[in-house]
């Protein structure tokens, strides 16, 4: 039977069960009545002696007898009128309140068909009842994470009082992680402010209760006077004010602090989150993206003027420093800029000695900056001063190199692979900042260029990149730095190269690369790649920086 058969056979069954149920709702043809709870229902033969055994061993003994009637008793009416409504349908509605006696019914009259559907709406219930179970879990680290975002939304704003004080209480809320803990604190009380002032008659008997749970020692002394006393004037009770005297004590006696029995001077735990930035296009190059790890949800944060691409980035004390690159007209540049993150502003800082582009930056413990190799696959290093503002040359590395990767482990250096010439770099090395030398290691197993290196724990991570035949690669290779050995682990599940990885809670997050938006997140413990992702913006060498 061809395709086009099937589709005629299943039209032609449709057509005579709709007749059917025609015949049914208007009592047509009927040659057995059912007699049940004293209600007829004016049925077929044909269609009871089809669905069930029950039926039929009644009507093999009956079958030439006219008007045929059948008793039942023991069930409730509107389990029937479901089961009717299967039978002439052949499909079901239900709700959880009536498949119980559904299910009953249909066993009572040996309805097999019936009972499959029962236990089938059943499956379904407890797994859709997991998927809510996950989707609350979900809401609730959306509440937790995005605090700042939801106060102003008409659903937190009517939010129960538990809930409420679920999220005041927990360690994990989050405002920004932009802003200090001070400023971060004085939103969370600024949120519960528009919480209770909504409905402020009948909630402000609870600003005491939920005043508890705010960091009040962490506000500044100005905020605590003006904002915080202001609210507790219009309670009908001194009961709030003892909060808050307690947390200008804590700022008058600092010496006294580590013994203080205060519970909520304890800073709330702070949830890193990647920015996502640069890139070729320069429509998007200034547009910096914010990716949440514990939410594996995107925003856009804010447009910059930045139209650099190519360059290499380091976060130091809330600011984006931004080195070398090209320009906006493609031109080679050893420009240095600061990005404050708070106050998003741009300011110009002491340019570097060489022009630079797909260098490598580091950021070392004591503000000491490391830029490494430039355009044209040099081993020249620079040293940036961030207090003095000022650059120095140091030790060059024993390869040239370009489109390679570095990391600091242990207050070393590791730099890995890149291209030299015409081909790409097997070659690791490590520089020691303290006595300003580089140590050559042991090389990689495959020779690698425009990869992406990250420490995890006691080992680095190198993964993907290309070729000297410019093939992609999805190769991973961890590098133990106290033995100086290799071993090759699982492949990532995407070939690509360009580009950027981070670590996050013990995990390797990958950001796209040169063909790919997919996100990637490997887990070092079992040695498994899953993708849980994709970057909203497609962007070729960019940055990504934990923060």
Request: net charge positive.
């Amino acid at each position: 039977m061809t395709d086009n058969d099937h589709q005629k056979q299943m039209q032609y069954g449709f057509s005579h069960m709709q007749w059917m149920q025609n015949f049914y709702t208007q009592g047509m043809f009927s040659d057995i009545d059912l007699i049940i709870l004293k209600k007829r229902y004016h049925t077929h033969k044909s269609i009871l002696y089809s669905v069930s055994p029950y039926f039929r061993s009644i009507l093999d003994q009956n079958m030439n007898i006219r008007g045929l009637e059948i008793y039942i008793d023991g069930i409730r009416k509107e389990s029937v009128d479901k089961v009717f409504e299967f039978l002439y349908k052949g499909t079901l509605e239900m709700t959880i309140e009536q498949v119980a006696n559904i299910l009953k019914l249909a066993e009572i009259l040996q309805i097999d068909e019936l009972k499959k559907n029962c236990y089938s709406f059943l499956e379904t219930v407890c797994r859709d009842n997991k998927k809510v179970s996950q989707k609350t879990e979900d809401i609730d680290k959306y509440l937790l994470c995005n605090f700042s975002k939801i106060t102003s939304h008409e659903k937190y704003l009517n939010l129960s009082v538990d809930k409420v004080k679920q999220l005041l209480s927990s360690d994990d809320l989050q405002v920004s992680s932009l802003m200090t803990s001070c400023k971060s604190e004085e939103q969370v009380f600024k949120g519960l402010s528009k919480w209770l002032k909504y409905d402020w008659n009948n909630r402000k008997k609870d600003l005491y209760s939920l005043m508890k749970y705010i960091r009040l020692p962490l506000c500044d002394v100005s905020f605590l006077l003006e904002e915080v006393r202001s609210l507790c004037c219009e309670y009908d009770s001194e009961s709030p004010f003892s909060i808050v005297l307690d947390a200008l004590r804590w700022h008058q006696m600092p010496k006294k602090r580590s013994s203080s029995s205060l519970t909520n001077a304890k800073c709330r735990n702070i949830h890193k989150q990647v920015l996502i930035f640069g890139g070729r296009n320069r429509n998007i190059s200034g547009i910096i993206d914010m990716y949440n790890p514990i939410t594996n949800a995107w925003s856009e944060l804010f447009h910059t003027t930045i139209k650099i691409t190519n360059f290499s980035a380091v976060i130091h004390k809330k600011k984006v420093l931004i080195f070398g690159g090209w320009d906006a007209n493609g031109i080679d540049t050893n420009e240095v800029y600061s990005f404050n993150l708070l106050t998003r502003t741009l300011n110009k800082l002491a340019a570097m000695k060489c022009k630079r582009w797909q260098s490598t930056a580091a950021l070392f413990v004591g503000d000491r900056i490391f830029v490494i190799g430039e355009d044209g696959a040099s081993n020249s290093v620079e040293e940036y001063d961030y207090v003095k503002n000022s650059w120095k040359k140091v030790a060059p590395m024993n390869d040239s190199r370009l489109k390679h990767t570095s990391v600091v482990y242990k207050d070393d250096i590791y730099v890995f692979g890149g291209y030299k010439g015409s081909s790409c770099l097997k070659s690791v090395e490590t520089f020691n900042t303290k006595t300003n030398k580089w140590k050559t290691l042991s090389p990689m197993k495959t020779a690698t260029s425009s990869l992406s290196a990250v420490v995890v724990d006691d080992y680095i991570y190198c993964i993907g990149g290309r070729d000297d035949d410019s093939y992609h690669l999805s190769n991973v290779e961890r590098y133990d730095p106290r033995s100086d050995t290799w071993t090759s682990m699982s492949d990532s599940l995407v070939k690509d190269f360009g580009f950027k990885a981070v670590c996050y809670n013990g995990k390797i997050i990958c950001f796209g690369g040169f063909i790919s938006n997919a996100v990637q997140e490997y887990d070092p413990a079992n040695d498994q790649w899953k993708i849980i992702g994709k970057m909203p913006k497609q962007r070729i060498c960019y940055n990504a920086l934990v923060f």
